[in-house]
């Protein structure tokens, strides 16, 4: 039995008729009808009209002279007694011929060669068939709408010199992101054998949707993804290059799946699309210091970073409770290690500044702290956002109950008020159905291990 494809001519002289008056043509005529929306495989669709000359025939049996309609990225199969015994992924129009050999069209698609050479043999051989037929259709084109969220990877991320732009140091951080992937019905032959043909028995109609394999396939593709994404750190770029590595992304993941989804189902994975990739708060600080700590290195930028404390010093010794001649002495010896300053002259125009303001209050009482002054690991006191004394940065205070969005934000509040994004549920402590208290809240499990309820 085979299929034997229409002419270019006769497809031109019926086409516009195949569905109006298809059955004045074939017996009966096969078509896949609508397969969006996330449809894998599913039954033919039988069409028949006024003028079919079988239009009483039974549903599980193809007649000789029928016609089926192959679309791009499709694979036909007609499955006789649950196995496949004739499949055509070329696009285009055919009649089927119970007669003739198996015409195995295949196109470019892999995994149809072995069952191929296994049809013919058994046809020259002489093969027992019997009248239980019916026509499939796999869809293989781009499947979307599948989501991921990777909870935390351990990427190495690369800091590049500003000067050779090569990457000259890293640090491991931990990054939490998310978006969506798509899949590719790959082997259509080993997709039917393996979750098809438990769908095509009796009178079913052999659909399969997204929806029936997300759940298990979606377990396995966030840890691939999880380890594709910490194997970007060979190409030693920073965790912001990630999203412009997504072909990269795609191509490590393919590969770690290959053997469960490729040569297991005939899926392959076909692209990913990251949504959000972005570091914690603990490991953004790490960067931070390690790109402050890089200018110091650099001698403009240190000098830059010494004029300014200098400057600042300045203002703050011009105002010491203790005297102008006590704080410019205190600069002096910052001077003599590096500043390069005038010293004596300091201290002169401190000593008369020091006499100007006994001269307007001969007592004077200790100034309160500026209200937004801070103190250094040092021990000195400042209101910038550098230590005038050690240079070192200003410590970032995190509110108490605060909350990192995913945008990056930190807030207190119930919603984010730099995107509105609420503030996310706290994870489940105990079983919401039996009560059953989880040993580690801040993992619970997927189930509850005492009565089975979905967390």
């Not at 007649?63 to 791009?72: A, P, W």
């Not at 995107?419 to 402590?429: D, E, H, I, L, Y």
Request: neutral net charge; contains cysteine.
């Amino acid at each position: 039995m085979g299929l034997i494809r229409l002419a270019a001519n006769v497809l031109g002289a019926a086409g516009s008729a195949l569905n109006t008056t298809a059955s004045s043509l074939w017996t009966e005529y096969f078509e896949s009808g609508d397969m969006s929306g996330g449809i894998l495989m599913k039954r033919g669709n039988k069409i028949t009209g006024k003028n079919s000359r079988n239009r009483g025939g039974d549903d599980n049996i193809i007649t000789s002279g029928s016609g089926i309609d192959v679309q791009e990225n499709q694979c036909m199969v007609l499955v006789e007694n649950g196995a496949i015994v004739d499949f055509c992924a070329e696009p285009g129009r055919y009649t089927f011929d119970a007669s003739a050999a198996p015409s195995l069209f295949a196109g470019d698609n892999k995994g149809l060669k072995a069952v191929a050479s296994s049809l013919l043999q058994q046809f020259q051989a002489g093969g027992q068939r019997t009248n239980t037929q019916r026509v499939f259709y796999i869809n293989m084109g781009e499947i979307q709408g599948f989501k991921w969220g990777s909870g935390n990877i351990t990427f190495d991320h690369w800091e590049r010199d500003f000067a050779t732009d090569r990457p000259c140091w890293h640090i491991a951080t931990t990054l939490r992101g998310n978006g969506v992937y798509s899949i590719q019905i790959t082997d259509p032959a080993k997709f039917f054998a393996v979750l098809g043909a438990a769908k095509a028995g009796g009178d079913n109609n052999g659909l399969i949707t997204k929806n029936d394999i997300e759940l298990q396939i979606k377990t396995e593709a966030i840890a691939a993804i999880r380890q594709g994404v910490g194997q970007l750190s060979r190409l030693k770029i920073g965790y912001t290059d990630i999203a412009a590595n997504e072909g990269e992304l795609t191509k490590t993941v393919d590969a770690i799946l290959d053997e469960s989804w490729e040569e297991g189902r005939g899926i392959s994975m076909y692209r990913i699309a990251i949504g959000m990739m972005d570091v914690d708060e603990q490991s953004r600080t790490q960067i931070t210091k390690y790109q402050e700590t890089k200018g110091y290195s650099d001698p403009s930028m240190l000098g830059a970073y010494m004029g300014m404390g200098q400057t600042q010093a300045m203002n703050t010794a011009a105002g010491n409770t203790a005297g102008a001649v006590t704080g410019f002495a205190g600069l002096g010896m910052m001077g003599g290690m590096g500043g390069g300053m005038n010293v004596s002259s300091l201290m002169q125009q401190g000593a008369m500044q020091q006499q100007q303001q006994q001269a307007q209050q001969p007592v004077m009482q200790a100034a309160p702290p500026a209200a937004d002054s801070w103190t250094c690991s040092c021990g000195a006191v400042n209101t910038g956002k550098f230590c005038a004394e050690c240079g070192s940065p200003k410590p970032v205070v995190v509110p108490a109950g605060s909350w990192t969005c995913s945008c990056g934000h930190v807030n207190t509040g119930k919603f984010c008020s730099e995107c509105g994004s609420p503030r996310p549920a706290a994870a489940p402590t105990a079983c919401p159905k039996c009560g059953q208290a989880f040993p580690d809240p801040a993992n619970p499990p997927k189930f509850c291990p005492n009565c089975g309820a979905r967390i």
